[in-house]
């Protein structure tokens, strides 16, 4: 079993560029989520992807978009960064069997550093 | 808005010694999670808690879900250096995206 990757590791971008991240769920999910977490803090929910659709959004703009693709990996697109984006970028897969009263398992992949100057 | 308050948000203890750690809210949550974070790593799961009252052992890390479901601990006994690294709860809701509202966070550090 494959666990969550993602890619790159570390990514340096300045203020203004457009950057995308990656992100391969563990085999057998169907749901990718992608959080930000900045230094010292919890991560914080971006939006979750089930089929290939948004499936929900958090307080972010709309200058962080992403993809979900039919083998369920994932992209997350932010155009004119920041320098408040600089953070590690997460992502977690789940298996999602909606109508159930349980929420699944969220496993988390190791992030990648973006880092905005 | 569901929001989690973690405390201690820093912790030193000597090895040997027993903690807790609090996680707390004002809203209901479906279930609850502990995560361990490694620098440089993504969270790893520790435990979900689904029922209120429910308590969950994993050697010597207790957890526990509160009888209304909007609160949690971990409670360590005879802390090791290996326990040191940054502990979070996370909540969850089936309401709307299957999301996760994390705490900020407990980073706790064991001395030898």
């Known amino acids: 079993e494959t666990g969550v990757t993602q890619s790159p590791t570390h990514l340096i971008k300045t203020r203004g560029q457009q950057v995308t991240l990656r992100c391969s769920s563990q085999s057998g999910h169907n749901t990718v989520s992608w959080y930000q977490q900045a230094l010292g803090q919890g991560p914080q929910f971006i939006f979750q992807?089930?089929?290939?659709?948004?499936?929900g959004r958090g307080n972010f703009p709309p200058r962080f978009s992403g993809l979900q693709f039919p083998n369920y990996s994932s992209e997350l697109n932010v155009n004119a960064l920041e320098l408040d984006d600089s953070a590690l970028y997460l992502c977690?897969?789940?298996?999602?069997?909606?109508?159930?009263?349980?929420?699944?398992?969220?496993?988390f992949g190791p992030g990648t550093r973006l880092t905005v100057l | 808005t569901q929001l989690l308050e973690q405390s201690p948000q820093f912790l030193s203890i000597q090895e040997g010694e027993n903690l807790t750690v609090y996680c707390n809210s004002s809203s209901v949550f479906s279930s609850l999670q502990w995560y361990r974070q490694e620098p440089g790593e993504g969270p790893v799961l520790l435990v979900t808690?689904?029922?209120?009252?429910e308590v969950k052992k994993l050697k010597r890390l207790t957890f526990q879900f509160g009888d209304a479901r909007k609160d949690s601990s971990l409670h360590i006994t005879a802390a090791q250096p290996g326990d040191t690294g940054l502990y979070l709860c996370a909540g969850s809701s089936i309401q709307g995206a299957q999301k996760l509202v994390f705490g900020q966070g407990t980073r706790l550090t064991i001395n030898p």
């Open positions: 808690v689904v029922t209120g009252g």
């Open positions: 992807y089930y089929r290939e659709e948004e499936n």
């Open positions: 977690a897969s789940s298996l999602s069997p909606l109508g159930l009263g349980v929420s699944p398992t969220q496993y």
